[in-house]
């Protein structure tokens, strides 16, 4: 369904036209009109901004039945640790604390009583979008410069501000803008090549790494794993922040200039590409004006992933990103996608923990895939079509 634009206060209009013109922001939009009320379901819960969803029967779900949802148990209780918070969250969320974890029928059974799943449908009426699919990686590094180790890994610096537009204008949830304060002014933060040119982020060094595509990659996937050249450490370099601009795909950069197909811009074509042309690798990264910053971790359970944007651990092969305009985080999503580069179904229950800069829409998905070699290998080739329902709980007069 269209979207309808909001009136806004002349002085809020007036501070995002000013600052929009290199900060990070979503577009404008107040969220969509409900979805038809279908014959005999129930009509969808006003907690699911800007999407257009279609109530269906568990029955629908393409490979529900095939799911082993002893798999997916673990990510959704690890998404009630702050879902219970909810009210309408918190009596499936007790219930699944208590269910025996090996009983595949007692956890369909369970899903079954507590959710009605929904169908998300994208604003011009279509059903299907874009799964892509990310992972945490492993570089090396040292915690001083020398040898190998000459590309640094950032933390956020001190100068870098985040205004919550909500905090001002409750209608602009979910926005919000970057930038720095030079003397009563906040202007825009540097981009990508500004930062690299201008040395400005020197002593916010946390770890240095040895290869500088790498480090790129890192910033792209939002978080990885560093083997320390101690030999035993490794630690895990978080999210931290963003420098306020919206991610560019170096692939589409490849693509637009005749360097690459469409079906060659994968995380691995594009490393294939810098190789040969080593004289371009600054022209190739600087296309895209978006910096990570990060924040060291501990690696607590080498089995779970980073934090995602929800606050818990992801988890393998059962957690994805998403955009939260459209698909509230900690929310069940039943996936039906493709394996990368091939048609054998990936139709199985995933969990909405987590958020990124290139997912923007309302069917769009981005698959964690893990940790390793392996989960990078299928996440960079991961560009298929796929669908979405979300699971959420029924209402009270409907149970």
């Not at 059974?109 to 945490?136: A, C, K, M, R, W």
Request: charged fraction near 20%.
């Amino acid at each position: 369904m269209p979207f309808k634009r909001i009136s806004l206060p002349a002085s809020a209009a007036l501070i995002i036209a000013l600052s929009l013109a290199a900060c990070t922001t979503t577009p404008v939009t107040a969220p969509a009109p409900e979805a038809p009320r279908q014959p005999g379901t129930p009509t969808a819960p006003s907690a699911t901004p800007g999407a257009s969803l279609r109530a269906v029967t568990f029955a629908a779900l393409p490979g529900w039945g095939s799911d082993d949802l002893r798999q997916a148990l673990p990510a959704f209780l690890t998404s009630c640790s702050t879902q219970a918070r909810k009210s309408d969250w918190k009596e499936p969320c007790a219930v699944a604390a208590g269910l025996d974890g090996g009983n595949e029928n007692a956890i369909r059974t369970f899903f079954e009583s507590f959710f009605t799943p929904y169908q998300v449908i994208n604003p011009d009426g279509s059903d299907n979008g874009l799964v892509t699919g990310y992972y945490e990686p492993l570089l090396k590094g040292s915690r001083k410069r020398g040898g190998p180790y000459q590309t640094p890994i950032y933390r956020a610096p001190e100068d870098l501000l985040t205004v919550e537009l909500a905090s001002i204008y409750p209608e602009l949830k979910g926005l919000r803008l970057r930038g720095r304060l030079v003397g009563n002014k906040v202007l825009p933060y540097p981009n990508r090549a500004e930062l690299d040119k201008s040395g400005a982020l020197a002593g916010k060094e946390i770890l240095w790494v040895d290869d500088p595509v790498d480090a790129f990659f890192l910033q792209v996937q939002g978080s990885g794993r560093v083997q320390l050249n101690d030999g035993s450490s490794v630690v895990r370099v978080a999210y931290a922040d963003q420098n306020g601009y919206p991610y560019k795909s170096i692939g589409r950069y490849l693509v637009d200039k005749g360097e690459l197909t469409l079906a060659q811009a994968s995380a691995q074509g594009i490393k294939a590409w810098l190789a040969a042309n080593p004289g371009r690798q600054q022209e190739l990264l600087n296309a895209n004006p978006s910096y990570v910053f990060f924040k060291e971790e501990k690696v607590v359970d080498p089995s779970k992933g980073p934090k995602g944007a929800q606050g818990v651990p992801l988890t393998p092969l059962r957690s994805i990103a998403v955009d939260p305009q459209f698909v509230p985080l900690g929310t069940p999503v039943f996936l039906a996608t493709t394996q990368p580069n091939n048609n054998v179904p990936l139709q199985q229950l995933v969990m909405a923990q987590d958020t990124g800069g290139a997912i923007k829409g309302a069917v769009r998905a981005d698959f964690f895939w893990g940790f390793g070699n392996e989960a990078g290998d299928k996440a960079g080739k991961m560009k298929q079509r796929g669908m979405m329902w979300l699971l959420l709980p029924k209402l009270a007069a409907a149970r």
